[in-house]
């Protein structure tokens, strides 16, 4: 059992910056890749970005890309979400999640097994 504990988040005007950190407070992350999501109130969960277990590759939301950077600390067990140049729109509840069984991200919220209690981050105009 993985329990992936977020911490970060909050309210910060438009053009700020936050940072999202999410560690395995039991288990590992194993050799199994990460990825972000975020729910806008009354919307879907989206993807926000994912990063590969070795080579670290990332990949990102067009809405976010240029923005956002995705890393992560296998020796800590942990992972981070940089937030730059935030935007109105960018205001959701945010979550990680360890991908099921394999070392590559994807898109796909149904592709990930483990999840954190998920963090607010509000943007204001």
């Known amino acids: 059992q993985v329990q992936l504990v977020q911490s970060g988040g909050g309210s910060v005007q438009a053009g700020g910056s936050l940072r999202l950190s999410c560690a395995a407070s039991?288990?590992?992350?194993?050799?199994?890749?990460m990825g972000w999501f975020r729910q806008a109130r009354g919307k879907e969960r989206d993807f926000v970005a994912g990063?590969?277990?070795?080579?670290?590759?990332?990949m990102y939301a067009d809405s976010v890309k240029g923005r956002f950077t995705a890393s992560r600390d296998s020796a800590k067990n942990t992972l981070y979400l940089q937030m730059n140049n935030l935007m109105p729109e960018d205001t959701a509840i945010y979550y990680c999640?360890?991908?099921?069984?394999?070392?590559?991200?994807?898109?796909?919220?149904?592709?990930?097994?483990?999840w954190g209690q998920g963090t607010q981050v509000t943007v204001s105009s």
């Open positions: 999640a360890r991908r099921r069984s394999s070392t590559v991200a994807t898109a796909e919220s149904r592709d990930y097994d483990y």
């Open positions: 039991s288990g590992t992350f194993g050799f199994n890749a």
């Open positions: 990063i590969n277990w070795g080579s670290g590759t990332t």
